[in-house]
């Protein structure tokens, strides 16, 4: 998937001219690309769209506007983007209850070695970024790829097999089978030619 560049960048003022339906339309556009898994684990798949509204949205709020910081920026959430034969997501762990928010997050330590998609009977395997656990400390926001094989992937695409979402944690076991709009929206991101 190609990275998104500075000249795809909009200005802080002209961004809020067209941030109210660029907002509306990432929102619509994330529907099929969210998915929830069990009580409070919901997983968002990245693109060049979901990259582009993140980059917009932290130069607005952090009043960006140095073409250095921006390209910093660009680098930074660019990494998040898919490379070829590969979902990207970004996994929150969504926990209300102030009280035992650490408590929940510490009792999911080696959840990085449990989240898996399942097509058929294949499986593909969630690789975590490093440095967001450490042995008393879970950060809620984790970022996942998923690296397909030929065969997954086509498996993943051609949309005979059901596509299972699972997290296989001693703590939190729960999985959700991907809707046919949510397969699709995510297909694309697994074309040979995903832009």
């Known amino acids: 998937m190609q990275p998104v560049t500075l000249d795809q960048i909009a ?4 961004y809020e001219k067209i941030r109210d ?6 929102i619509e556009h994330k529907k099929q690309r969210r998915i929830s898994v069990g009580e409070f684990i919901t997983f968002v798949f990245e693109n060049r769209e979901t990259v582009l509204f993140q980059i917009q949205e932290m130069l607005r709020a952090e009043h960006i506007t140095d073409i250095d910081k921006v390209r910093e920026e660009l680098d930074c959430y660019n ?7 590969e979902l990207s997501s970004t996994m929150l762990i969504e926990i ?10 510490v009792g999911l330590q080696g959840i990085e070695q ?16 490093g440095g967001r656990s450490k042995e008393d400390k879970l950060s809620a926001v984790q970022y996942v ?16 097999p059901p596509v299972r979402l699972v997290v296989d944690h001693p703590n939190y ?3 959700a089978t991907l809707t046919d709009a949510v397969r699709q929206s995510l297909a694309k991101d697994l074309a040979d030619d995903a832009a």
């Open 11 to 14: 200005g802080i003022e002209r």
């Open 21 to 26: 339906e660029f907002r509306k339309r990432i």
């Open 79 to 85: 990494e998040l983007l898919p490379r070829p034969s």
């Open 96 to 105: 209300t209850e102030q009280d035992s928010v650490r408590e929940r997050l």
């Open 114 to 129: 449990c989240v898996r998609f399942e097509i058929g009977d294949r499986i593909v395997a969630g690789e975590f970024e």
């Open 145 to 160: 790829r998923f690296a397909f094989d030929e065969e997954s992937r086509r498996l993943f695409r051609d949309g005979k």
């Open 173 to 175: 076991r729960a999985a």
